[in-house]
């Protein structure tokens, strides 16, 4: 995986895409497409399942995109061809969900407010446009550079008709719900890499894990992932905003804390492009701004906490 990610953030999108190509014959490109298209149906927690074991491998591309959200989008959209102007191919969404589901497609979305910019809009063959209550398809514009390297964003701008859709609550929720569970995946990889360094670096004649400073630290983060992982897959059940949020949320915090934990296990070695840690450390960084920073979730719980309460 490190080779492949590496080949991405050069624009060699070859070696990522045969890896799409096999999660496609497990059935994991499959699961948000209806059963009518090719899909399996499967229910949000299957999701989840999968998107933390991508996040566990810091796995680049618009994963949230094509696993959940563009799928959910195109299942409410009428079998009209979205036609556009970019000279890519148009087709009907069912076929555009046929070819999600056998994996010979990537898409990704914009979102705003949550999602501004379309992520790795050049490796994309679809890319859509959510704006208010309507979908369309988009050309990419201007790239941004990410703090991941292997992310680029892309400011978009409509490039066809588009078209009212009912859904575009539900895949923005879903599509947070995954970014919460690579969220939640990326910490769990961060800690098993700074208890395996902790086990091996050695400093004043001992493992720097029989320090009870180090154990402190990495019992913080244990923690914090273990109270994330039931608010995740609450959500996942149940689907509600308040839920998604939090679940965001937490898995945002359990992240980021893993990752400021493993990068002071292992040192300046952390930082180096060379070591695979730094890959998972920015990964975690830009995810947990993606999909609504956390800010955006936890004004959202507040809402819906307060909503219909009486304040005197």
Not at 176 to 199: D, P, T, Y
Request: a neutral charge; hydrophobic letters at 50%.
């Amino acid at each position: 995986m490190p080779d492949a990610a590496a080949s991405w953030a050069a624009g060699d999108h070859a070696p990522i895409r045969q890896i799409w190509s096999r999660l496609a014959e497990a059935g994991v490109t499959a699961l948000a497409v209806p059963a009518r298209c090719g899909g399996l149906d499967a229910t949000p927690a299957d999701l989840v399942i999968a998107a933390e074991e991508l996040g566990r491998h810091a796995f680049p591309g618009p994963v949230a995109e094509c696993l959940a959200a563009v799928p959910t989008l195109l299942a409410a959209l009428s079998e009209t061809d979205l036609n556009d102007t970019t000279g890519r191919r148009s087709a009907t969404p069912g076929r555009w969900l046929s070819d999600l589901a056998a994996g010979r497609v990537l898409a990704t979305l914009a979102a705003p407010p949550w999602l501004p910019y379309a992520a790795d809009a050049d490796a994309a063959d679809l890319v859509l446009l959510a704006d208010r209550d309507e979908v369309g398809v988009a050309r990419p514009g201007a790239a941004h550079a990410s703090m991941d390297h292997t992310r680029r964003l892309f400011e978009v701008s409509p490039a066809g008709p588009r078209t009212p859709c009912p859904a575009i609550g539900r895949a923005l929720d879903l599509g947070a719900l995954v970014c919460a569970a690579q969220l939640l995946g990326a910490g769990r990889a961060l800690l098993e890499a700074a208890v395996s360094h902790a086990r091996a670096r050695v400093q004043f004649g001992r493992p720097i894990g029989s320090f009870q400073a180090i154990q402190q630290q990495l019992a913080d983060v244990a923690v914090g992932l273990e109270f994330a992982r039931p608010l995740l897959h609450a959500a996942a059940v149940t689907m509600a905003a308040r839920d998604v949020s939090a679940a965001k949320v937490a898995c945002s915090d359990a992240a980021c804390r893993a990752a400021r934990v493993a990068l002071q296990v292992h040192g300046a070695i952390g930082y180096t492009q060379e070591h695979d840690l730094g890959r998972r450390l920015t990964k975690v960084r830009a995810l947990s701004l993606a999909w609504g920073t956390p800010a955006d979730h936890r004004a959202r719980v507040m809402a819906e906490l307060t909503k219909g309460a009486a304040w005197n």
